[in-house]
């Protein structure tokens, strides 16, 4: 995995150098992980080093230029570019377009988190296996059959009656400009009714706007 060349001496003389100092209390630190997580690192103490901020935006300059795997070399620049857009450190041109050159979205190409990128043969392979055909009727059957099977023993559908992930639909009371108070099953369609956007008129409910375009919620107190 690792190419031990002047970029590796380099970045263990700096490690170790780290390893065997106390910083003082002003300075600012973040703990950075010798041998990366993502590439099979622990949380043991031997495996954690404190370094200042320009060390460890260094350290990280550094890994990408002694791996010589490509799985892992692609983690390493996709953790540099977040350091380098997410963290409040100044990157120079050269740098930044250097960092975005080898970028690859985690996900390319990838079945999963865990696997390697899929080979373009296999690709082809996924492509063309229903393409332009229609699914077997015994296929169907079977899928009918098994829906059937897990609802008889007592599966429900995770959004049944579910408008998002805290729970049933709940019944609301809209005011209207006017004042007339219009009752329904849900915010959902009341707003669908009264030609009012959904998220406006969730940020009412929550309290987080006072109103929208006039309409209020009537809450439970007002009741």
Partial sequence: MF????????????IHRAQQRTLDKDVKFEVHHIIPRSLGG?????????????EHWIC?????KFLDDPISLR??????????????????????????????????????IFKPPLKE????????????????????????????RIKREGYQPWNKGITGSKGPCRSVTLISPDGEELSYESLKKACIDNNLIYTKMSS?????????????VKSLNMA
């Fill in 204 to 216: 009412v409910n929550s309290g987080k706007l006072s109103q929208y375009k006039g309409w209020t």
């Fill in 121 to 148: 043969e296999t690709k082809q392979k996924l492509r063309s296996l229903w393409k332009g055909k229609t699914r077997p009727q015994e296929h169907k059957d079977a899928m009918k059959a098994g829906w059937e």
């Fill in 60 to 64: 990280h300059r550094l890994l990408v």
């Fill in 75 to 112: 983690k390493m620049y996709n953790a540099l570019f977040m350091m380098a857009v997410k963290d409040y450190r100044t990157v120079n041109g050269r740098i930044y377009q250097s960092i975005k050159e080898n970028v690859i979205p985690w996900n390319k190409g990838l079945t999963g």
């Fill in 42 to 54: 622990s949380d043991n103490n031997d495996n954690l080093v404190k370094l200042t901020l320009k």
């Fill in 3 to 14: 190419t031990h060349n002047k970029y590796h001496y380099t970045y263990y003389r700096l």
